[in-house]
């Protein structure tokens, strides 16, 4: 593979603004993200590619007809991409292949796989060819990424090319967010001097981004208080103001039967878990339950899962930076 490094560190300074790709895009998670970050008066997705119809359409109704395209990024050429002329790459693959909830998942092996390391092994060394190449690139997935062999290609491929990178496993509740969701993300740049540390090494995966969040560790495992600080927001600033939801509803005679098993928070809460494409399915590891009642406690009480609890997911449409 012949690469030219330098058309790396060239095209720093080739737009005036920052034009992003979004790959494996979903609902337009890093789309909000990037307008709610510094640069936001300054950046615009300019093209976002996802094959699920249901997400293309959300993300339509939430980021505005004509960004979004339903596409086998598994097809996607250097060709295609040069004429959109970005220079940050947005990138949430899939993470099924790398869960740890699946002690069968394959890593690199999974066909889920494949279209994201061949972006990464074959467009974007060819789009450095060209010399139109991103400058910066932000992937994120699952805890259980940094230990897979698709994360070793790509930072193999990443350093050949010139980046500088770094990378974190963060959780919501790092940031005020009252989920306890851990998530990996890689930051990679040409810059000169990028992410240039003293203290630490760029093979450390960092635990929290020095100056902007505390380091947090997961207390559960070892019987700890399953508190958090007083700086997280509580679970209510979150919630829908309408009444509940009667669609949402847990039937009593699941409650009576499966309760027991629940991750039931009220809207004082100040953690709840991650969800998952079980959630409403499975009653176990699927994601959190919202008790509305906050005079009821379910932990003394005999009978508790015959009161009326609600599913969390009545979340307001903008509410995406809890997810």
């Not at 593979?1 to 560190?9: A, E, W």
């Not at 760029?202 to 508190?227: M, N, Q, V, Y």
Request: proline share 6%.
């Amino acid at each position: 593979m012949k690469i030219k490094v330098k058309s790396c560190s060239l095209a720093m300074s080739r737009l005036p603004t920052v034009r992003a790709l979004e790959f494996f895009c979903g609902i337009g998670g890093l789309h909000t993200a990037l307008t709610r970050s510094a640069v936001s008066d300054n950046a615009t997705v300019v093209r976002a590619f996802d094959w699920d119809q249901s997400a293309c359409a959300v993300y339509a109704a939430n980021h505005g007809p004509g960004i979004v395209r339903r596409v086998d990024i598994n097809s996607l050429t250097a060709e295609a991409l040069e004429s959109l002329n970005a220079d940050l790459w947005l990138l949430s693959p899939a993470c099924q292949p790398y869960t740890v909830l699946n002690p069968n998942a394959k890593g690199a092996a999974d066909p889920r796989a494949q279209s994201f390391l061949r972006l990464m092994e074959e467009v974007l060394p060819a789009l450095t060819e060209r010399g139109a190449a991103p400058t910066r690139l932000l992937i994120e997935n699952v805890a259980g990424f940094e230990a897979s062999t698709t994360r070793t290609r790509v930072l193999d491929v990443l350093t050949k090319l010139g980046f500088a990178t770094r990378e974190l496993l963060l959780t919501p509740l790092q940031f005020s967010v009252p989920n306890s969701r851990l998530r990996y993300y890689l930051l990679a740049s040409c810059a000169s001097g990028a992410f240039r540390s003293s203290v630490y090494p760029p093979d450390r995966i960092l635990r929290h981004i020095p100056g902007r969040a505390a380091i947090w560790e997961d207390t559960r495992a070892s019987g700890a208080s399953d508190t958090v600080g007083n700086w997280v927001r509580p679970l209510r600033d979150y919630l829908d103001r309408e009444n509940a939801v009667t669609a949402n509803t847990v039937p009593d005679r699941v409650l009576i039967k499966w309760g027991r098993l629940f991750d039931i928070v009220s809207p004082c809460a100040t953690r709840t878990c991650c969800f998952t494409r079980g959630y409403t399915q499975l009653v176990e590891r699927a994601g959190s339950i919202l008790q509305e009642n906050e005079e009821l406690d379910v932990s003394t009480t005999k009978a508790p899962y015959s009161l009326l609890l609600t599913h969390v997911n009545r979340l307001p449409r903008h509410s995406i930076n809890f997810c």
